[in-house]
C-alpha cells in the first residue's frame, strides 16, 4: 500500500471494486446529503474537489451565493457495507465544503466542530465525546410506510422477549465494518427501543461517526422490513429516546486525561468542575442544538429518565449531568454524561456547543455549585434554586437569543440559518389544530 494518502485510497478502491463514491456532508439540521460520482472521478475529486449548488441545501447558501465545493476528507474513505451489489462495491468519503475562493464555508457545520476543537486545541485540550444512541425500532403498514408499532414488548435488558437480538447485531457489526467502535449493545426500557454505545473518538470524528451510525442503522432496519426512528418521543406514554453524551478532555502533550483527579470525592480535577459549571451556565442557551425539534421538549418532561433541572450529580439520574462511576484505577475514562441531548441533533454542532460551554467555564474558572443527589422529580426545585430547561422548543429558541457565547460557537452563518429554520417549524407547529384538541374541545364548546 502506497505511503501517499491520496494513492493508498486510489489503490484501496482499485482492489475494492468500487464503483462509485458517495461524497458526504450535512446540511445545518444534521441532515445527511451525499454527491454521487462514479470511482473514475475520484482522483480528479481527490486533487480538485467537487462542485455543488449550495442553495438547494437547507441552512446553506442563498441563490446568489449558491456556488461551492466538496473537499473529501481523505482519512474518513471507508466501503459502504450495506450497499455492495454484483461484485461492486460502494466507497464513502465525508467532506468539508469550500467556497470559490477556498476558504471554508461558515454555514458548514463540520467547519463549525473543527473550529472550536481548534479553540480547545489552543488551550492544550483534546475533546473526546462518547454518544449513547437510543432509537425504536417500528414496523411497515401494509404501504411499506413507518407506523408506531414497536418491533417487540421487551423491555430494559430483556433478552427472550427481545425479538430485535440478531438485528441489533447485524447493526454492530456493519458499525464494525465501517471502523466505529461499538462498546454494548441493549434493549432499551420501551417496547420496540433499543440503544447501542459508540466508543469515544476525538470530537470531529465522533460525529462523523455519530451521523454514519445513524445511517447504518437505518439501513440494516430497512434490510430487515423495519424502520429505525431517532424521533425524540414517538410514543406518548413511555421513556423517549436520548442520546447522552459522555464527555472528556485530554492533555495534547501527555495524553492524559484533565478531568481525573484521584483526591476529589467525586474523582474530578478542579478543569472538569470548571467544565461542568461551563455547560450548567450554557444548558439553556445550547438546549435548541442538543433538542432540536418540536418533539424533543415532549421527551424532556419529568418521569421518564430525562433530565429537566439543570443540576450535577453521580447516582442521581434526574440531573442533567451525571459523574458516571469508573473502575477503581483506571483514573483515565474519568468523564462526565451531559443527558438532554437527543439523537435528533445535528452532532456537529451540538458538539461543538457542548465544548465552547465547558472551555467557557475553564476560562472564567466558573466554580461548580453542590451536587444534587436527591430525586429532582420529587423535590421543590426553587428550593434548592435550580433552573429549568426550556419546556418547548420556542423557549429554547429565545435562550439561544440571549445566550452570546452559543452564538459565537456557530458563527453568524448557522446561527442564523438554524434560528429561522426552526423558527419556522415552532410556528407551524403552534398554528397546528392536533387530534387531541379535538377530541378534547370540539364536542364540548
Given at each position: 500500500?502506497?505511503?501517499?494518502?491520496?494513492?493508498?485510497?486510489?489503490?484501496?478502491?482499485?482492489?475494492?471494486?468500487?464503483?462509485?463514491?458517495?461524497?458526504?456532508?450535512?446540511?445545518?439540521?444534521?441532515?445527511?446529503?451525499?454527491?454521487?460520482?462514479?470511482?473514475?472521478?475520484?482522483?480528479?475529486?481527490?486533487?480538485?474537489?467537487?462542485?455543488?449548488?449550495?442553495?438547494?441545501?437547507e441552512g446553506f447558501a442563498r441563490?446568489?451565493?449558491?456556488?461551492?465545493?466538496?473537499?473529501?476528507?481523505?482519512?474518513?474513505?471507508?466501503?459502504?457495507?450495506?450497499?455492495?451489489?454484483?461484485?461492486?462495491?460502494?466507497?464513502?468519503?465525508?467532506?468539508?465544503?469550500?467556497?470559490?475562493?477556498?476558504?471554508?464555508?461558515?454555514?458548514?457545520?463540520?467547519?463549525?466542530?473543527?473550529?472550536?476543537?481548534?479553540?480547545?486545541?489552543?488551550?492544550?485540550?483534546?475533546?473526546?465525546?462518547?454518544?449513547?444512541?437510543?432509537?425504536?425500532?417500528?414496523?411497515?403498514?401494509?404501504?411499506?410506510?413507518?407506523?408506531?408499532?414497536?418491533?417487540?414488548?421487551?423491555?430494559?435488558?430483556?433478552?427472550?422477549?427481545?425479538?430485535?437480538?440478531?438485528?441489533?447485531?447485524?447493526?454492530?457489526?456493519?458499525?464494525?465494518?465501517?471502523?466505529?467502535?461499538?462498546?454494548?449493545?441493549?434493549?432499551?426500557?420501551?417496547?420496540?427501543?433499543?440503544?447501542?454505545d459508540l466508543r469515544h473518538a476525538?470530537?470531529?470524528?465522533?460525529?462523523?461517526?455519530?451521523?454514519?451510525?445513524?445511517?447504518?442503522?437505518?439501513?440494516?432496519?430497512?434490510?430487515?422490513?423495519?424502520?429505525?426512528?431517532?424521533?425524540?418521543?414517538?410514543?406518548?406514554?413511555?421513556?423517549?429516546?436520548?442520546?447522552?453524551?459522555?464527555?472528556?478532555?485530554?492533555?495534547?502533550?501527555?495524553?492524559?486525561?484533565?478531568?481525573?483527579?484521584?483526591?476529589?470525592?467525586?474523582?474530578?480535577?478542579?478543569?472538569?468542575?470548571?467544565?461542568?459549571?461551563?455547560?450548567?451556565?450554557?444548558?439553556?442557551?445550547?438546549?435548541?442544538?442538543?433538542?432540536?425539534?418540536?418533539?424533543?421538549?415532549?421527551?424532556?418532561?419529568?418521569?421518564f429518565e430525562a433530565p429537566v433541572?439543570?443540576?450535577?450529580?453521580?447516582?442521581?439520574?434526574?440531573?442533567?449531568?451525571?459523574?458516571?462511576?469508573?473502575?477503581?484505577?483506571?483514573?483515565?475514562?474519568?468523564?462526565?454524561?451531559?443527558?438532554?441531548?437527543?439523537?435528533?441533533?445535528?452532532?456537529?454542532?451540538?458538539?461543538?456547543?457542548?465544548?465552547?460551554?465547558?472551555?467557557?467555564?475553564?476560562?472564567?474558572?466558573?466554580?461548580?455549585?453542590?451536587?444534587?443527589?436527591?430525586?429532582?422529580?420529587?423535590?421543590?426545585?426553587?428550593?434548592?434554586?435550580?433552573?429549568?430547561?426550556?419546556?418547548?422548543?420556542?423557549?429554547?429558541?429565545?435562550?439561544?437569543?440571549?445566550?452570546?457565547?452559543?452564538?459565537?460557537?456557530?458563527?453568524?452563518?448557522?446561527?442564523?440559518?438554524?434560528?429561522?429554520?426552526?423558527?419556522?417549524?415552532?410556528?407551524?407547529?403552534?398554528?397546528?389544530?392536533?387530534?387531541?384538541?379535538?377530541?378534547?374541545?370540539?364536542?364540548?364548546?
Amino acid at each position: 500500500m502506497s505511503d501517499d494518502p491520496r494513492q493508498a485510497i486510489l489503490q484501496r478502491a482499485e482492489e475494492q471494486r468500487v464503483a462509485f463514491v458517495n461524497l458526504q456532508f450535512t446540511d445545518v439540521l444534521g441532515m445527511v446529503k451525499t454527491v454521487t460520482i462514479p470511482v473514475g472521478e475520484l482522483e480528479d475529486a481527490l486533487d480538485h474537489g467537487v462542485w455543488f449548488d449550495g442553495s438547494a441545501i437547507e441552512g446553506f447558501a442563498r441563490s446568489v451565493e449558491s456556488d461551492m465545493y466538496l473537499v473529501p476528507d481523505r482519512a474518513t474513505y471507508t466501503l459502504v457495507p450495506w450497499d455492495q451489489h454484483e461484485g461492486l462495491a460502494t466507497a464513502r468519503l465525508i467532506c468539508n465544503i469550500h467556497t470559490p475562493d477556498g476558504r471554508p464555508f461558515g454555514g458548514d457545520p463540520r467547519h463549525i466542530l473543527n473550529s472550536v476543537a481548534r479553540q480547545a486545541a489552543d488551550l492544550g485540550f483534546s475533546f473526546h465525546v462518547a454518544p449513547e444512541l437510543e432509537f425504536f425500532l417500528f414496523k411497515l403498514d401494509s404501504a411499506g410506510r413507518p407506523s408506531p408499532l414497536p418491533q417487540d414488548n421487551a423491555g430494559y435488558f430483556d433478552v427472550s422477549t427481545d425479538q430485535a437480538t440478531l438485528i441489533r447485531r447485524q447493526m454492530v457489526r456493519a458499525l464494525q465494518r465501517l471502523g466505529i467502535v461499538v462498546e454494548a449493545a441493549h434493549h432499551e426500557v420501551a417496547a420496540g427501543q433499543h440503544e447501542i454505545d459508540l466508543r469515544h473518538a476525538e470530537a470531529v470524528q465522533a460525529a462523523d461517526q455519530t451521523v454514519t451510525a445513524r445511517l447504518a442503522l437505518k439501513a440494516v432496519a430497512q434490510i430487515n422490513g423495519l424502520y429505525a426512528t431517532f424521533m425524540p418521543k414517538p410514543v406518548a406514554g413511555v421513556n423517549g429516546s436520548g442520546m447522552h453524551i459522555h464527555q472528556s478532555l485530554f492533555d495534547l502533550v501527555t495524553g492524559q486525561n484533565v478531568f481525573a483527579d484521584q483526591e476529589d470525592p467525586y474523582g474530578l480535577s478542579p478543569t472538569a468542575r470548571h467544565f461542568i459549571a461551563g455547560l450548567l451556565e450554557h444548558a439553556r442557551g445550547m438546549c435548541a442544538i442538543l433538542a432540536p425539534l418540536v418533539n424533543s421538549y415532549k421527551r424532556l418532561v419529568p418521569g421518564f429518565e430525562a433530565p429537566v433541572h439543570i443540576s450535577w450529580g453521580r447516582t442521581n439520574r434526574s440531573a442533567l449531568v451525571r459523574v458516571p462511576s469508573i473502575t477503581t484505577g483506571r483514573y483515565q475514562s474519568t468523564r462526565i454524561e451531559l443527558r438532554c441531548p437527543d439523537p435528533s441533533c445535528n452532532p456537529y454542532l451540538a458538539y461543538a456547543v457542548m465544548l465552547a460551554a465547558g472551555l467557557d467555564g475553564i476560562k472564567r474558572k466558573l466554580p461548580l455549585r453542590e451536587a444534587a443527589e436527591e430525586d429532582l422529580f420529587h423535590v421543590d426545585p426553587r428550593a434548592r434554586g435550580l433552573q429549568t430547561l426550556p419546556s418547548s422548543l420556542g423557549d429554547a429558541l429565545e435562550a439561544m437569543r440571549q445566550d452570546e457565547l452559543v452564538q459565537q460557537a456557530l458563527g453568524p452563518i448557522v446561527y442564523e440559518r438554524f434560528i429561522d429554520a426552526r423558527q419556522l417549524e415552532w410556528a407551524s407547529y403552534r398554528s397546528f389544530v392536533s387530534e387531541w384538541e379535538m377530541k378534547r374541545y370540539l364536542a364540548i364548546f
